[in-house]
């Protein structure tokens, strides 16, 4: 089946089995099937079913960097053989790499964490109003009990980090009493700030990478990902026993294309404070960064993601996988369809044009050399 009988076979599902599935690398599953598998599993066949080739779309044209220079980043990825960690809040879709986390529920739910430190244990059925009554009065009698806020939390914090946002809650409610002597707006402004600084960590977990399957895809080539046919597709061969490549080769991952995003706040407050496992990524991979709707089928992503690093944006060209053939787009200018190929000749890179299919809407190889091609050779004249 290809991509397009499986779009419609999407299309022609009930509602109910709609929601409840999911595509994977070309394959139509059930959401439960992939979240059961868990971390290890899904990694395992990721890796037995990578394909052998995977292309990457380029504008190909100069934009202006942070520096005020204009930058072709396309030409560097080419002749660098590189590919760019991107962070996720600059992709074109909105809910990219976004995990369903609620605020309301994420007040609750810390709040209850806070009380549980306090030595106070919190019965889920209370309102957060209720919850948040509670949290305070420990606070207020702490306080008035030891003249500062040192003894607030009753026991010590069950791991370093749980230790250190103890002590930032406590400065942030000092700092915040100094402008506001009303206690509960200052812990309301602490829970609306961490939320808001949780949401950010958890989609910048990761940088991102992303590839295709096809360099033949007419949505990849008519938008914003090759300028409208203007720019290039790279081909790359994945070798999955060279160890130069080990940590790439397993570092790539399919997409999850469904219909559902799930709310689990209450599993992530769980997670915050606490050392990062490989259940916890794997939370993170399958309820966000791996995740995406199923209008974005077409795409059939395989994304290639690395832990993101507080450095030089330069430090997220990440050398990829041998470049072994250039796919040149229908519109391309003479001009830069002849430096193309010549770096190429140089390079010992095959190269060709896509030209339209007679038949049906997709691209395909040109049959003909590209220093062949009437249009190449007319615009010389």
Known sequence: MDLSELIMHIQQLTPQLAFTCCVVNGSIMTLKEIEDMGYEEFCYRSRINIPLKLYKYFPDKEVVDKMG???????????NNTVYMQEPRLFDDIYDSDINIDFYQYQKYRLME???RCGLVID???STEEIGTELLKIIIKSIENNNDFSHIF???????IESLTNE???NKIIVGLENNKDIGQVVFKIMEQEYQDYVKELKN???ISCFATTPFSQLMWGGAYANCHHGFCIEYTVLPNDKKYKDIFYSLFPMVYCKTRPNITKKLVSWKDRDKTEEYLWDIYFNGTLRKSIDWVFQNEWRLLMPFKKKNDNDYNVEFFPITKVYLGNRMERERRKEIMDFCN????PYVGVMKNS???EMQECSLKCEECFKYKSSQN
């Open 346 to 349: 140089d390079s010992n890179i």
């Open 168 to 170: 930032i809650f406590k």
């Open 124 to 126: 889920d059925g209370k």
């Open 69 to 79: 220079n204009k930058v072709n980043y396309s030409n560097i990825a080419l002749k």
């Open 154 to 160: 009753s026991t010590e914090g069950a791991s370093q």
């Open 359 to 361: 038949d049906v809407y």
């Open 205 to 207: 977990t990761f940088r």
């Open 114 to 116: 806070y009380c549980r």
